[in-house]
């Protein structure tokens, strides 16, 4: 009895000490609206875009980021020939060795003159004293999206106020002098560039010059200014400037981190850099248009519109074939419902999604298993990256011996082509905001639709029903086939079937 008497006396404390913490207000800060500075044609990103936008008015040129180094090339290429603003909105920001040089460059570029504005969404645990001390550069503005009010302990803030900290900022952007974009599914990292050892996400980014470079800004402007964006300020006070030695400290790492770096020679390889050097870079143009969720979907889910609403209405102008690459699948019965009647009314569905062994969330793969069948039997397609070390193979966002596939797109009837940081899952859809570009190119849509044609075979499993009904994994590159999840251990098939008997599908 008088250990059930301490325990309980403890048990008060905790509850006491929680619910204390759930009582602090959030944090506020005197917050100056600023806005996308104009284009100004007098810069040199403008120079560079203009002969392609004078060629092209009222459409959007693009050109895509399928590689991850060319995808970190073209953001510093940005960064560093922006002379008035560089505005950044992420997910994930790093703190490695890509998003450590990536930060430098912000600096410098910030030293020069050019206005830099970092919205980053609060959910990934940072140093606050090194965002402050960067943003007391007065070229340096730097806000957290929803911030976790308690820093030190934001498990405390998921039980005193979840329903508000598991909504996150989900959207990405990169915008230089309001003349060039890079938008898509790629968050700052190593392994979003192609520069981890040990994981290589295959993602899809596209750099964007014209008619839609302005919506990107606008919706850039839109979560800057907006209620959940708060002032890195807000948390630290007394941030100094760095001063000469810790730059140069900084300088210092980064030389000795890249001296004779593999990863770093390469970049001067790449045909992308070859493209910058001559001007010679080709991009794809159509018609486009930019959709993302609104702000309030973080504080006001109810009297919000979802991006879920705008896509929805997308889809459902396919006329003969739906081509959908998606991380994180989970379809819900609703959406495996309206994917079968879409299949069985003519339309060719294929969806591309991650297998169980390149799943970076093994209960994501729990609850998407359990629509693959119904699925199959209603006439939808089904293919899973692999994940096999006889492949070697660079410069793809579809899949690899080390990859886990990233990408978010969707290609309808071969011309319509949406690229952007949704996934279609219930997250995505109801919990995260998110943004993305759906353009017009038959001329791109061809291209994508050959190459992943070309490479189905070589990097992922075809799913199939066999005639007793049972799934069956075709790796159609060996001619062989499987019974179980391939390349997954006994451990993670029985953590993801766990996962999928517990109620949290809305949650993923």
């Known amino acids: 009895m008088a250990y059930l008497f301490v325990f309980f006396r403890y048990l008060v404390v905790l509850i006491s000490f929680i619910s204390f913490i759930g009582c602090a207000s959030t944090p506020t800060a005197e917050k100056v609206p600023s806005y996308t500075i104009p284009f100004d044609s007098q810069t040199q990103l403008a120079s560079q875009a203009l002969p392609y936008i004078n060629k092209h008015p009222e459409q959007t040129g693009f050109y895509p980021l399928g590689d991850g180094q060319e995808a970190f090339l073209a953001r510093l290429a940005l960064i560093y020939g922006a002379e008035h603003s560089i505005d950044l909105q992420y997910y994930i920001y790093r703190d490695d060795s890509t998003s450590s040089l990536m930060t430098y460059a912000l600096y410098q570029a910030a030293e020069r003159g050019v206005r830099v504005r970092l919205l980053l969404d609060d959910m990934q645990s940072r140093n606050d004293k090194s965002m402050a001390q960067l943003a007391s550069h007065p070229n340096i503005k730097i806000r957290l999206f929803n911030p976790f009010e308690n820093r030190s302990a934001r498990v405390f803030g998921f039980i005193t106020d979840f329903e508000r900290l598991n909504r996150r900022m989900h959207n990405k952007a990169l915008i230089a002098d309001n003349a060039f974009v890079i938008t898509g599914g790629r968050n700052i990292g190593d392994e979003y560039f192609a520069a981890n050892t040990s994981v290589d996400f295959g993602d899809f980014d596209i750099l964007m010059l014209g008619q839609s470079v302005t919506d990107v800004a606008v919706q850039f402007d839109m979560y800057w200014n907006s209620k959940p964006s708060t002032p890195i300020e807000s948390f630290v006070y007394d941030a100094a400037k760095p001063t000469k030695a810790e730059i140069e400290s900084w300088e210092d790492s980064l ?10 020679k390469s970049l001067a390889e790449l045909p992308l850099t070859q493209h910058i050097k001559d001007e010679s ?76 062994a390149s799943n970076d969330v093994f209960a994501v793969h729990g609850w998407y298993a359990k629509y693959r069948e119904p699925l199959l039997a209603g006439g939808v397609k089904l293919y899973e990256v692999k994940v096999d070390p006889s492949l070697k193979k660079q410069r793809s966002w579809l899949g690899s011996s080390r990859t886990s596939l990233h990408a978010k797109t969707f290609l309808i009837d071969r011309k319509d082509l949406f690229v952007g940081s949704f996934n279609f899952d219930p997250r995505s859809a109801y919990l995260n905001t998110e943004m993305g570009v759906l353009i017009e190119s038959e001329e791109f849509g061809e291209i994508i639709y050959r190459e992943i044609d070309r490479n189905l075979r070589k990097n992922t499993y075809r799913l199939a029903l066999s005639e007793d009904n049972e799934l069956e994994w075709h790796n159609d590159l060996s001619g062989t086939s499987k019974r179980s999840e391939p390349d997954a251990s006994i451990w993670l098939r029985f953590s993801a079937w766990l996962a999928g008997i517990l109620p949290i599908e809305n949650q993923l």
């Open 255 to 264: 030389k000795r981190e890249f001296k004779n770096s593999k990863y770093i």
């Open 281 to 356: 870079l080709d991009f794809f143009w159509g018609k486009a248009e930019v959709h993302y969720d609104l702000p309030s979907k973080i504080y006001s889910p109810e009297d919000t519109d979802l991006m879920l609403h705008q896509l929805g209405a997308i889809l459902a102008k396919t006329n003969e074939e739906l081509l959908l690459i998606s991380p994180y699948f989970v379809p819900t019965k609703q959406g495996a419902a309206a994917l079968v009647d879409a299949a069985q009314d003519g339309i060719d569905i294929t969806i591309i999604t991650n297998s169980l």
